[in-house]
Structure formats: C-alpha cells, structure tokens
T-cell receptor, first 117, second 112 residues
Framework: DTGVSQNPRHKITKRGQNVTFRCDPI?????LYWYRQTLGQGPEFLTY????????KSRLLSDRFSAERPKGSFSTLEIQRTEQGDSAMYLC???????????????FGPGTRLTVT | DAKTTQPTSMDCAEGRAANLPCNHS???????VYWYRQIHSQGPQYIIH?????ETNEMASLIITEDRKSSTLILPHATLRDTAVYYC?????????????WGAGTKLIIKP
C-alpha cells in the first residue's frame, strides 16, 4: 500500500500522560500536514512541513504539542501532559509542493483516534 | 473561518445523480475550489478540484459558475458507498502554506 499510514490507529491514555503518533506520507510527497478533528466538525489545521522544515503552526498548537519530521520522510506528533480536551482524531496528510498556477491535492491517512480519560 | 457555505445534509436515491451545492461568494481569483469526502471513521478522500473551468474525473464532475461564486459537485450515479460527509473548500494557490480550511460539510445519505 503506497498511501499515507498512521500509527497507532487508536490510543487511550490517562490525563497527564504523554503520547506520540507517527505518520508515514506518500514517499514522493515533500509536504506533510497535521490536522485535528472533533466529532461533527471538519479537520482543523495544526502544522505542516516542507521536507524537514516546519513552516507554520496554528495557534491551536499549544506548547504541549510538538511535531517533527527529522529526515523529511515520516513525522511524529507528540502531546505532553494530555488533557481531556485533546481527545480527537489526529489526521496526517501529504502532498507535492504546489507550484505556479497549479495545485496538488492532499492525501490523508486513516487518522489516530485519541481518547484521554 | 471556512469561506464556503454548504447545506447541512442531503438525501439522494441510489442510482440517481447527487448534486451537492456550495456557495463561495467571496472567492478570489487565485483560489481553487476543492471537494473532499469523509466516510465514517476514515480519513478524508480527495475527489476533485477546479479553478475556472468545469472538471470531470472518474469519481465526479465539478461545475463552477461563470462568476465563480458557487459550484456543484455531481456524483452521476450515486451508490450506497457514496454516503459520507462532503466538504467544499477554497484554497489560495499563491498562499505558500496552502492550507485547507474546512467547514462542517454536507452529510449526504444515499437511500436504497
């Protein structure tokens, strides 16, 4: 399967614990995005990478959240000191770099569902 | 905030064409119209996008009005597997961040 993969698919953790999610993008895609989605809402942008560089972070991404893409391939999203409000689906997407008067669609992984108890 | 307005929900009979409207009255000249869908408990799936001209692919057709203030996604022969939430998004190709800002979408239910 050459699509975007995410692990784990489900994570249940207790409040205050740290969690880490992994995303493996489509291999030739140099852009990687993280989104968060709560029930009944569309995905909300968190951050994105161009190769290994993290180019933007949403104000939704508090200091407890950190993302890395060390070699420009897979990415990790870590949440420290989890809170119940962090419970959501965390989605990863990848794309080629949009160019002049062209655009490239984002391909999404299946998501990691986080439940904080 | 999302720059699009979509109906909250729609029904369509299996085998008929499903026509999903989207209003984007403040769209700028650099912004593409994208459609994605999300089947329950799965990640969003890209369907189609366009800038000015109508577009068609193996999944759907996208009709964009001449003034670009609205568009319609057409699923020509809807099946039960097309039941999903459909998102219409506008995104600026000149924005280096190329963010997709999502609304709540339209929940499309295909009925047998």
């Amino acid at each position: 399967d050459t699509g975007v993969s995410q692990n784990p698919r489900h994570k249940i953790t207790k409040r205050g614990q740290n969690v880490t999610f992994r995303c493996d993008p489509i291999s030739e895609h140099n852009r990687l995005y993280w989104y968060r989605q709560t029930l009944g809402q569309g995905p909300e942008f968190l951050t994105y990478f161009q190769n290994e560089a993290q180019l933007e972070k949403s104000r939704l991404l508090s200091d407890r959240f950190s993302a890395e893409r060390p070699k420009g391939s897979f990415s990790t999203l870590e949440i420290q000191r989890t809170e119940q409000g962090d419970s959501a689906m965390y989605l990863c997407a990848s794309s080629r770099t949009p160019g002049l008067e062209s655009s490239y669609e984002q391909y999404f992984g299946p998501g990691t569902r986080l439940t904080v108890t | 905030d999302a720059k699009t307005t979509q109906p909250t929900s729609m029904d369509c009979a299996e085998g008929r064409a499903a026509n999903l409207p989207c209003n984007h009255s403040t769209i700028s000249g650099n912004e593409y119209v994208y459609w994605y869908r999300q089947i329950h408990s799965q990640g969003p799936q890209y369907i189609i996008h366009g800038l000015k001209n109508n577009e068609t692919n193996e999944m759907a057709s996208l009709i964009i009005t001449e003034d670009r203030k609205s568009s319609t996604l057409i699923l020509p022969h809807a099946t039960l597997r097309d039941t999903a939430v459909y998102y219409c998004i506008v995104s600026d190709w000149m924005d280096s961040n190329y963010q997709l800002i999502w609304g709540a979408g339209t929940k499309l239910i295909i009925k047998p």
